[in-house]
């Protein structure tokens, strides 16, 4: 990919971004977009730094798991 070149205009970068879309409850999207315009955010930006602090755990948990070896099935039981 070619670089990206910021001519002063507009606000920075925010990086390579992906699209990752999904569909929630109603009253759930209604109350995301309520916390994020309280903290002047935008929902894409609050759902994002949400997720990231959700999946930082999630792959913690997973190395955990991971790294954890099975117990014979005669030492089972």
Excluded at 1 to 16: D, E, H, Q, T, W
Aim: glycine letters at 6%.
């Amino acid at each position: 990919m070619s670089a990206v070149i910021n001519r002063g205009r507009g606000r920075p970068s925010k990086g390579l971004r992906k699209y990752i879309g999904f569909r929630v409850q109603e009253k759930t999207a209604d109350d995301v977009a309520l916390v994020a315009a309280a903290k002047g955010m935008s929902v894409s930006d609050y759902v994002s730094s949400a997720l990231a602090r959700s999946l930082q755990e999630d792959l913690a948990m997973r190395d955990h798991f991971h790294h954890q070896e099975e117990l014979p099935i005669r030492m089972a039981s």
